[in-house]
């Protein structure tokens, strides 16, 4: 696994953060030690699929990124003759995800897709996760994604919605100690920091599940939370 060193340098000029070759290249040692409890919210994810995944439906993993949470759905649920849609804006991430997939045996199959998630339509679902991917989303557009998702899910279907959310500094600032144990300096923080401003508007906790709740989900409940980081558990 190569570590993460994309922020160890300084930069004068902080660019937008983006999901290139660069990150893609460090990706799994970045978000292992940026999310806190990530494996446990994959182990999560797999316990879920067992329950709520039903046989000859699609599954759809939204900015599926390399992939993690389709492999850890398919070796969960075993063959269910499902279809897992894994999508992501990403060249390069998607182009990494269709190279491993190639050495990997699967389960099910395990369809790529490079596009945005705004334009997926999302049908015969019984199970949809957005695994810390609606927060680069703008906001104006996450409310008609969340119906999109509601209308595309079979009764009894799950939504599975892992974010960062807008906290208090002190949450902040804990999250970024966190990130420090994890052997990031200061100055990678800040600059990390400083380079999602503009691609991660999180929403507080409280907006999302009145957003979920408007859409139809009645049963909507936090099933994981660790500082500034929550996953999200909406039944249809």
Not at 176 to 197: C, T
Not at 214 to 219: A, E, H, N, R, S
Request: aromatic share 10%; proline share 3%.
């Amino acid at each position: 696994m190569s570590k993460d060193r994309v922020f160890a340098e300084s930069f004068s000029q902080i660019k937008a953060f983006e999901f290139d070759e660069k990150v893609v290249a460090v990706f799994p040692d970045m978000i292992k030690r940026s999310v806190p409890g990530y494996d446990t919210i994959l182990k999560g994810i797999a316990m879920l699929a067992m329950k709520y995944i039903q046989p000859n439906t699609f599954v759809y993993d939204l900015g599926a990124s390399l992939g993690a949470v389709s492999l850890t759905i398919d070796q969960a649920i075993g063959s269910q003759s499902v279809v897992i849609h894994a999508i992501d804006n990403s060249e390069p991430m998607i182009e990494a995800l269709q190279k491993s997939l190639g050495e990997i045996k699967l389960n099910n199959s395990i369809q790529t897709s490079l596009a945005d998630i705004e334009n997926i339509p999302i049908k015969n679902a019984s199970m949809v996760v957005s695994n810390f991917t609606l927060q680069f989303i703008p906001i104006i557009n996450r409310a008609a994604i969340c119906q999109s998702i509601y209308d595309g899910l079979e009764q009894g279907g799950v939504f599975v919605l892992s974010e960062k959310i807008k906290s208090s500094e002190s949450m902040i600032d804990y999250y970024h100690g966190f990130k420090k144990i994890n052997g990031y300096s200061d100055m990678e923080v800040a600059q990390k920091r400083q380079a999602l401003e503009d691609s991660l508007k999180p929403d507080a906790i409280e907006v999302w599940q009145k957003r979920l709740e408007v859409v139809g989900f009645k049963q909507i409940e936090v099933w994981f939370q660790a500082f500034n980081f929550v996953s999200i558990v909406a039944v249809k």
